[in-house]
């Protein structure tokens, strides 16, 4: 399997729950599922944050001007609904569905009509960040479907494609600090020849010489691998016991 990593970064005042979600920084929308078909689109997403955040969010996705994934800046005439699953203090569960029509295509649809069945989606927004993760058959080109994403949008949003590659750095999206065990070995490489050492030790093509892989990979394994670490400190320490106060 290959996998397609790719950004959109949406401008302010152009997109509603990427401005709520900017403004509200500790607020992450991550997919728990999305499935697609030629006409349709549904997915689940769980969305974390504060009280006041998910409120907005709640109140923008009801709004008759949204439209989950449509790539289109108008009214394109869609057939859609989004529910609320469940709902605690702190996290929001949604569930959304809407019919393509000639005027309004999403990722997926694009990704279907492209690569065919048996696709994987993951996606992460945070801020006006929205990232996409496709998983799909190891003879799969992306160069076409690149240039259809870049026909859709318009001045309004940038996309930024990271990285193509296999699939075996897929990270499971669950909210636990699990490496894959090539992101474990690159990272525990990365300590051993002081990579993480001040001044650094070795540089990345180096250590990616040692490790008998290209460096654009090394360095999206120790990428993917910091901020799963990161993720997992910031969520497991509160940051109001252990910052310094101003007169430490």
Request: net charge negative; glycine share 4%; with cysteine.
């Amino acid at each position: 399997m290959r996998e397609l990593v790719f950004d959109l970064e949406y401008s302010p005042d152009n997109n509603a729950v990427a401005d709520i979600l900017t403004a509200n920084p500790e607020t992450k929308i991550r997919s728990l599922s999305c499935h697609v078909t030629p006409d349709n689109l549904w997915r689940v997403d769980h969305v974390t944050g504060g009280q006041s955040a998910l409120d907005e969010l709640t109140d923008t996705v009801a709004d008759a001007e949204y439209y989950t994934d449509c790539l289109a800046r108008r009214d394109c005439e869609a057939d859609w609904e989004t529910q609320v699953l469940d709902r605690t203090d702190d996290a929001l569960v949604l569930y959304s569905y809407w019919s393509r029509t000639p005027s309004c295509t999403s990722i997926p649809h694009l990704a279907l009509d492209h690569f065919g069945d048996g696709l994987i989606f993951q996606t992460t927004w945070v801020g006006h960040r929205y990232e996409w993760r496709i998983i799909a058959p190891d003879n799969t080109t992306y160069h076409a479907f690149r240039s259809a994403i870049e026909a859709e949008i318009d001045d309004t949003t940038g996309v930024s494609f990271v990285r193509v590659g296999d699939a075996d750095d897929a990270t499971p999206d669950d909210g636990e600090a699990s490496l894959t065990p090539q992101q474990d070995a690159a990272v525990r490489a990365a300590i051993e020849h002081g990579y993480y050492q001040t001044p650094r030790g070795i540089e990345t093509y180096e250590l990616a010489e040692k490790l008998g892989i290209p460096g654009s990979t090394l360095s999206y394994r120790l990428r993917r691998a910091e901020a799963q670490l990161a993720d997992a400190y910031a969520t497991d320490h509160s940051s109001s016991t252990h910052l310094s106060s101003p007169d430490a």
